[in-house]
């Protein structure tokens, strides 16, 4: 045993202290009697060598010195020095990903079982410096490396399982560079219910692998082509080592449709499951009993809904480009009084104010002193300057015929895409405050309208403009996978699986779902819901060669530490304490009169 | 503030009234019988008629036998005042509960003892002279009057009994049963008091009132014995052979006011705080010939 601070046991000094209090307070102890004829008079009591040792042994003293010597003791910092495993530094590495939720054939869950070895771990390797990190499509370091172990004891106690993918051993061997780099690290600790899949130094893997499993592997609707109602198409995996039967079933709330299902032991197969009348949106198909995984025995589906683009039209106007817009996406066109902020700004065959910002199409019009237009007159022959530009894609521009184009002054920092001989036909221009797709020529001169590739140019020059404009947003995503929630328009209210108020994205357009079920996103151009499912991947068992408790332990040194025995000496303290202060409430008792 | 006596507890003292063995003159009709002849129900003698007695004590039927008016009497039941003398020196603040209250609470139940019988009862506290007293007087209402004193009264200053008994002789000029009720350890004596009390003719109960702790002390070690009402002191180193000396030389003082009281056939009552009150009132009064 050795002592942290032995100066601390000059506090013993003090018990010299005590007893001279002790003494003082004994030679002035005051009786009061009625009245002083019987006792005056009396022999005083001879102190005898005994009384002196009766008195000197009085138990409260005692218990006084005691609490006084093991306070001092406690001080000093008592510790037994005790061999431990060792590690220069160890890693400890949760796998979080949600087939982490599922439950063995004991019934436990297997998170739990990765959180206990981890403790284990964190017990047997006492001292070692240690960083846990919990793994997943979305990995993050619980702890960062320290030889204390409260900090990494209580974010292993406190994590829990996501309800993400698997994350990969980049990510890891990531998050360990940045603890130090690999190189600071003996042994990595992964408990998981697979295997990493990569040969990383130092690995130490221990498994719960998941093997007997049914789950819904994939779940689809779709609106029926009469327009009445709808049809579910859902694919069950068995991937387990026995017949599964139950009920497989799908609702939109408030209709319902059953199958019953057999499934032989690694089977998958499709159901479809006619649901007529129902138009969703939302859609949850689950299956009958549940297994030991049933985060993955539910999926959620939803109908992607119509978000119209806002058009604000200047100038004249053109069914032609109008049909083309159309074809490229949902679209409003904005009344003229309108106040709302339009998605695309067209202007035909007019002058744009200088000011005008956003995205902007320009046929055959001027914008201030970004493009200007004069007269018609004749074309020359037609250049492509950039072949493979993303206003080209899918579009032939030698199809296309131009009869007369304007001439056209464009400012510098733009790209023209096709020339008209020295004029710009198509160009391009970006800054911070807008976007703009230049069409020279008048339609009605040339006949774009006419040909196939118009439709497709114009949704290119919408896709450059905006790749929000030209995309039907998601409707149907994984846990964790970002969803942007702008597709959808300005975002107001974002409601979780339960009804919950979710915070908004801030200085982000991105949200990203972190539990599966249905969400609804509230915008200014309505209300939408998003489905979040499991990764399917999560469902798949381990590989037939894991062995439960696979380690390939590296070997390890030992070191010596110190066992601190203050907490006991204290405690110790404590209860002389208590036994002296109820010895002198008992004696004071008694002598009270 | 915590009630002297409890309702249960009086109503066990409903059946107790006092033994008194001569018979003593009262002024009012109560229960003690007198030496006058009365109109209870108790007869008592014949006399002859005399003019103005009331024609409905006259004898007739022995009128008839013996041709001589004879007048009949009876016995006269008069009250006896009860006086509590109750000692409240700064002695009787010790013990645990300290003796003041125990003699408070044996003061309250033996005025309503009193109280009850029809007796006049008084109270006369007192320490080195007398204290606000309650003077004698009949109904439930002095019961109230008796314990509002009693509560209010706190126990200090010397003891001077003859001095308290000059004060109470001089505020009571009618004798009766007096309740004397002290720890009676003080230098300044008891013989006095006791002696001009029972010479008025009052008949006097002593009731000794010490705690446990001054029987038979739990002290040791070197003490400081200080003196509650004097404020003098004495260092002792107190061991077992101190304690005996002690508990001998008060064992003599005892028997000295047993014998002194025994010599005047005043019954005396030696009383520890740890006995119960009710084992007191029920008991050790009843088999001394106090109450019945």
Redesign the interface.
């Known amino acids: 045993m050795t002592l942290v601070t032995p100066a601390a046991l000059y506090l013993l000094s003090a018990s010299g202290g005590i007893v001279l209090l002790y003494f003082l307070h004994?030679?002035?102890?005051?009786?009061?009697?009625?009245?002083?004829?019987?006792?005056?008079g009396?022999?005083?009591?001879?102190?005898s060598r005994a009384?002196r040792v009766r008195?000197k042994l009085d138990p409260i003293l005692l218990l006084e010195l005691l609490v006084l010597a093991l306070v001092t003791f406690a001080l000093a910092g008592p510790a037994l020095r005790v061999a431990r495993p060792h590690l220069v530094g160890m890693a400890i590495v949760l796998d979080g990903s949600a087939s982490m939720r599922s439950q063995t054939d004991d019934g436990a869950v297997r998170y739990e079982l990765a959180r206990k070895a981890a403790l284990d771990l964190l017990r047997r390797y006492r001292g070692s410096p240690v960083t846990v990190i919990q793994l997943s499509h979305s990995p993050r370091v619980l702890s960062t490396l320290s030889t204390d172990r409260s900090n990494p004891e209580r974010a292993v106690s406190l994590s829990e399982p996501t309800y993400l993918s698997d994350g990969s051993a980049t990510d890891l061997l990531a998050l360990l560079e940045s603890q130090g780099g690999t190189s600071r690290f003996d042994r990595i600790f992964w408990l998981g219910d697979r295997p990493l899949g990569a040969s990383i130094p130092g690995l130490d893997e221990t498994l719960f692998p998941l093997d007997e499993n049914l789950s819904i592997s994939a779940f689809q609707v779709r609106a029926n082509p009469d327009g009445w109602g709808s049809t579910g198409f859902v694919e069950l995996s068995n991937a387990g080592r026995s017949y599964r039967e139950g009920r497989v079933r799908i609702t939109d709330g408030s209709r319902t449709a059953t199958l019953p299902f057999l499934l032989a032991p690694g089977q998958k197969q499709p159901y479809v499951l006619p649901l007529p009348g129902s138009f969703g949106p939302a859609f949850i198909a689950s299956v009958d009993p549940k297994d030991s995984f049933p985060d993955d025995d539910v999926r959620y589906f939803a109908l992607s809904g119509r978000v119209d683009r806002r058009i604000r039209w200047v100038g004249e106007p053109n069914r032609y480009l109008l049909a083309a817009l159309e074809a490229a996406m949902p679209l409003v066109v904005l009344l003229p009084d309108d106040p709302s902020v339009p998605d695309l700004t067209v202007v035909y065959s007019s002058a744009a104010p200088e000011d005008l910002t956003g995205n902007i199409l320009l046929v055959h019009s001027s914008l201030g002193n970004l493009v200007q237009i004069a007269d018609d007159a004749e074309p020359g022959g037609l250049g492509v300057f950039s072949p493979n530009d993303a206003l080209l894609a899918d579009v032939d521009p030698y199809d296309f015929r131009v009869r007369s184009t304007p001439s056209t002054t464009v400012a510098q920092g733009g790209n023209t895409v096709l020339s008209l001989g020295s004029v710009p036909f198509l160009w391009r221009y970006g800054d911070l405050t807008r976007r703009v797709v230049l069409i020279s020529p008048n339609l009605m001169e040339t006949n774009l309208p006419l040909t196939v590739d118009f439709p497709l140019l114009i949704r290119n020059a919408a896709r450059w403009l905006a790749a929000s404009l030209s995309q039907s947003p998601v409707a149907t995503a994984l846990v964790g996978d970002p969803i942007l929630a702008s597709n959808f328009g300005r975002l107001f209210r974002l409601k979780g699986p339960s009804g919950e108020n979710l915070p908004l994205p801030e200085g982000s357009e991105l949200f990203v779902p972190g539990v599966p079920g249905v969400y609804a996103l509230t915008t200014d151009r309505g209300t939408y819901t998003v489905a979040a499912n499991l990764d399917p991947r999560e469902s798949e068992p381990a590989p037939d060669n894991v062995a439960v408790g696979a380690s390939n332990a590296a070997a390890e040194s030992r070191a010596e530490s110190l066992f601190g025995l203050w907490p006991y000496i204290a405690a110790l303290a404590l209860l002389a304490l208590v036994l002296e202060d109820a010895l002198y409430r008992g004696v004071a008792w008694?002598?009270?009169? | 503030m915590e009630p002297l006596i409890d309702e249960a507890f009086l109503r066990r003292l409903a059946n107790l009234k006092f033994i008194v063995k001569g018979r003593r003159k009262g002024k009012l009709a109560g229960t003690h019988p007198s030496p006058r002849a009365g109109t209870s129900v108790e007869f008592a003698d014949y006399r002859s008629y005399s003019p103005g007695d009331d024609f409905r004590y006259i004898d007739w039927n022995l009128l008839g036998r013996l041709d001589r008016l004879l007048v009949k009497t009876f016995v006269h039941e008069s009250d006896r005042p009860i006086y509590l003398l109750l000692d409240f020196s700064a002695?009787m603040r010790?013990?645990?509960p300290p003796k003041a209250l125990y003699a408070a609470r044996f003061g309250a139940a033996i005025a309503y003892i009193g109280l009850r019988e029809l007796d006049r009862v008084g109270l006369y506290p007192f320490s080195d002279q007398l204290l606000p007293s309650v003077a004698p007087r009949h109904g439930m209402r002095q019961m109230t009057h008796i314990l509002h004193v009693l509560q209010g009264i706190s126990a200090t200053g010397t003891?001077s009994l003859d001095r308290a008994v000059e004060g109470f002789l001089a505020a009571s000029r009618e004798s009766g049963l007096v309740f004397l009720v002290s720890?009676f350890?003080?230098?300044t004596g008891y013989q006095e008091g006791i002696s001009r009390l029972l010479h008025r003719g009052d008949d006097v109960v002593v009731v000794q009132i010490v705690?446990p702790?001054?029987l038979h002390p739990?002290?040791e070690?070197?003490?400081?014995?200080?003196?509650?009402?004097?404020g003098?002191?004495?260092?002792?180193?107190?061991?077992?052979?101190?304690l005996i000396?002690?508990e001998r030389?008060?064992e003599g003082?005892l028997q000295e006011l047993t014998r002194f009281l025994a010599g005047h056939r005043v019954p005396y009552f030696l009383v520890p705080t740890d006995l119960p009150l009710e084992d007191l009132i029920h008991e050790r009064l009843r088999v001394g010939g106090v109450l019945q």
């Open positions: 004994t030679r002035s102890r005051r009786e009061e009697v009625s009245d002083l004829f019987l006792w005056e009396l022999e005083s009591e001879p102190r009384a008195m008694r002598r009270s009169p | 002695s010790l013990g645990n003891t720890d350890l003080s230098r705690d702790g001054e739990q002290l070690g070197s003490l400081e014995i200080h003196d509650v009402e004097g003098r002191a004495v260092d002792l180193v107190v061991g077992r052979r101190t000396q002690y030389r008060l003082y």
